[in-house]
């Protein structure tokens, strides 16, 4: 008798799916994953291992990672066990939901493998004694904490009245599955489709890896506030798919804090604030941080390496795609200091950052990169943490640190040393991302190897505040240059950035080098060839950019000596009129006289940022 393959199909599919649930979801995800993706590779030529690059930019494997990434994250979903769902949620199938808005009591903490979805609903507060009393802190200050998980996911919350909105803590990945894109993707931590208005801060990563930030709208309302805040040895996070970041700014609500909790040596006021954050600590943030969430005290340390030249505990290795960040054309005036005035994107000490695609309008500098070094051998000064004298535990800055209110009396803090360090940005790309003033600065760089590469970039400047002085030992002090659009600051920009097929309009100053960093000035730096038989000591390349619609086409310092060629390989940039070379009357210092320390050998005669290798246009018959 004919015997039909139909059963024996759905048997073994039966059998399977048992096989599921006595192994565990996890593990099996895995193994289906990697037979899906085996099958992949076959299909599409991929090989089926992989290395350890995964910021590889081929196009194809970018694509088929993708995908990988996608069925192994449905798989997951699908064998997650029956979720545990904390109060105020209910579970929903293989969810946690709000059925209606909850008013939380405490921040609502998610263990690994939730995935938590609103439905739209509202999380908030506890009503305020004082309705809209700015000045009095929320209670809970946190609506969502998450504290060492994998595989959460947040989608389709509202999340307002908080100083935070969700608060990540403590997720670190090992070398094993950082070489693993699968698994990766797997336990990767997914915060996506939330509106959250906040305070100070709607979403924080303080060490926290593998982490997917997308399709959000988030809004803050503290002057110094932050959007989004990775830093403390954060890696692997992905800051993409259009989150909508600005401020609502309220000029009587001025002090945000780092974390949740009370004023402290080890948490206090933040002074410069940003859309997104990414780097292992602000020029003004302590080296340790101390937070009360849920009546609990988490501490988080910086590294003491004094060089980030070895790199491994620090930020790392972030991208930040295809946002969407704008700010009020006129802010909140709160004084003559103007320290309303917020960042776009700011990566202090950042490694490796990836930013391109996003959108940037009327930030102050709509993209920062800094560093935190001085001179050798002393660098610049930083506390370190001690102890308390009746808990070794608890680390401090101060006194108050081990006195917290509520948490008892903890002795005196012993033991604070203080290091010079020499901390660098290294390696970050800023590509392709459509900058709107008015801005201090469109991209200002003091990093090392930065990339800035076909950005477009349209003015006007803001009046610039005034210039901090500085005084260095044995060495004259330069008039600081007013910045440009494009800024270059300091020994490590001048001597190593590369700025590349940038569209530059509209801006008063179009780039503007200073030569001095916190005491460091650049050297002769000859490692590129600009036009023969010249001499040039700017180690930065900065060619095939067209700059139009300035009154200064470069600013200097006043002390700007470096013999520096604006030219790579015989190609120049194009600057603003056609037939026109780089006019020696438009390089000036801060006092308006011309600086011929900096001059352009190749200029186009037209515009070359986008135009195709092999179809420049000729040099300007200046030439």
């Known amino acids: 008798m004919k015997t039909s393959i139909l059963p024996q199909s759905i048997l073994f599919g039966f059998f399977t799916f048992l096989v599921c649930l006595i192994f565990g979801a996890a593990g099996i995800a895995e193994k289906a994953a990697g037979h899906i993706a085996h099958a992949a590779s076959i299909t599409t030529g991929r090989p089926d291992e992989f290395s350890n690059n995964l910021l590889d930019d081929d196009p194809v494997r970018k694509a088929w990672l993708a995908q990988a990434d996608s069925v192994t994250a449905q798989i997951a979903r699908l064998l997650r066990p029956a979720p545990s769902c904390p109060p105020p949620t209910t579970a929903s199938g293989m969810q946690c939901v709000l059925m209606g808005d909850a008013t939380l009591t405490a921040a609502l903490v998610l263990p690994s493998k939730t995935v938590l979805n609103c439905q739209n609903h509202k999380l908030l507060p506890q009503p305020l004694s004082i309705p809209k009393d700015i000045f009095k802190k929320p209670d809970p200050e946190v609506a969502i904490f998450l504290n060492g998980v994998s595989s959460v996911e947040i989608e389709n919350c509202d999340i307002e009245g908080f100083d935070f909105g969700i608060f990540a803590i403590n997720s670190k990945v090992g070398s094993t599955i950082r070489a693993n894109p699968r698994l990766l993707a797997n336990l990767r931590n997914r915060i996506h489709d939330n509106t959250i208005s906040v305070r100070y801060t709607p979403i924080s990563l303080l060490t926290v890896d593998n982490t997917e930030i997308s399709h959000n709208t988030l809004t803050f309302n503290a002057i110094g506030g932050r959007g989004i805040v990775v830093e403390r040895d954060s890696d692997l996070n992905i800051i993409n798919g259009k989150n909508t970041i600005t401020a609502q700014f309220n000029a009587k609500l001025i002090g945000p804090f780092s974390v949740p909790g009370p004023s402290l040596p080890s948490n206090p006021v933040v002074t410069t604030g940003a859309a997104v954050f990414v780097g292992q600590i602000g020029g003004n943030e302590p080296t340790l941080l101390s937070a009360v969430i849920n009546g609990q005290v988490f501490q988080f340390t910086t590294t003491e390496d004094t060089s980030t030249e070895p790199g491994t505990n620090f930020t790392e290795g972030n991208r930040v795609e295809d946002n969407i960040i704008t700010f009020p054309k006129s802010p909140a005036k709160i004084g003559p200091k103007r320290t309303d005035l917020t960042d776009g994107i700011s990566l202090p000490v950042a490694q490796g950052t990836h930013i391109s695609g996003n959108t940037i309008t009327h930030a102050a500098n709509s993209v920062r990169v800094g560093i935190q070094t001085g001179p050798q051998p002393t660098g610049t000064p930083r506390k370190f943490p001690g102890t ?199 390089v000036q210092k801060p006092n308006g006289t011309a600086n011929p320390a900096v001059t352009d050998c190749a200029a186009f005669s037209g515009p070359v940022a986008r135009a195709a290798i092999g179809a420049f246009p000729p040099l300007s018959p200046c030439q």
């Not at 010249?534 to 013999?563: H, K, P, R």
Request: proline share 8%.
């Open 388 to 586: 308390c004298t009746l808990d070794q535990s608890r680390r401090c800055l101060g006194d108050a640190d081990c006195n917290i209110a509520g948490f008892g009396k903890l002795g005196t803090c012993t033991g604070t040393h203080t290091k010079g360090v020499f901390w660098l940005s290294n390696d970050n790309t800023i590509e392709s991302n459509t900058i709107t003033g008015p801005f201090l600065s469109g991209i200002v760089l003091a990093g090392k190897d930065t990339k800035v590469i076909s950005n477009e970039i349209a003015g006007p400047l803001m009046p610039p505040p005034p210039a901090p002085s500085t005084t260095c030992a044995m060495k004259p002090t330069p008039t600081p240059a007013p910045l440009g659009a494009i800024t270059l600051v300091g020994p490590h920009a001048l001597e190593t950035a590369t700025i590349t097929r940038n569209i530059v309009k509209d801006a008063s100053i179009a780039l503007s080098l200073q030569s001095m960093f916190s005491c460091l000035v650049p050297s002769c730096i000859s490692n590129h060839t600009s036009c023969p038989d010249t001499t040039n000591c700017l180690g930065a390349q900065i060619s095939l950019n067209d700059f139009m619609g300035y009154n200064i086409a470069v600013q200097t310092d006043d002390g700007y000596d470096l013999t520096s060629v604006l030219t790579v390989n015989g190609q120049g940039n194009f600057w603003g009129l056609i037939g026109n070379c780089l006019d020696p009357n438009k």
